[in-house]
């Protein structure tokens, strides 16, 4: 499985943008979408998740309220709406798909290139 990632740019603060991740073929049922984000000089931290069959939904703490995760079956594609950005949410932004969970936190198998998001103050 392929994926490839789409819509980052540049945003002022407070502002939003909507990323999009394309996979290449339709994914496993009890598979998930997710996304990371890494910040410059940080690690690669989750931020949200949603499996391919039932929709269900999984956040990290600190994007709930202002992320949401949506997923399209017929395109094979997962979205992140982000909403009210902050400069700390400047990273580049990747997609990943798998079924593993490593201590409550996705694991994904497959990892698409990330997009890059700066927003400004």
């Known amino acids: 499985v392929q994926l490839q990632a789409s819509g980052g740019g540049l945003v002022q603060a407070g502002g939003s943008l909507t990323l999009s991740c394309v996979a290449s073929a339709p994914t496993f049922s009890n598979y998930y979408g997710a996304w990371f984000r890494q910040a410059p000089g940080k690690e690669r931290e989750f931020v949200a998740a949603?499996?391919?069959?039932?929709?269900?939904?999984h956040y990290a703490d600190s994007m709930k309220g202002r992320f949401t995760i949506s997923r399209d079956n017929d395109k094979n594609a997962v979205s992140l709406q982000m909403n009210s950005l902050k400069p700390e949410d400047t990273a580049v932004y990747s997609c990943?798909?798998?079924?593993?969970?490593?201590?409550?936190?996705?694991?994904?198998?497959?990892w698409g290139r990330g997009t890059l998001v700066t927003v400004s103050s």
């Open positions: 990943a798909a798998g079924s593993d969970y490593l201590r409550g936190i996705p694991r994904p198998r497959y």
């Open positions: 949603i499996t391919w069959s039932t929709g269900s939904t």
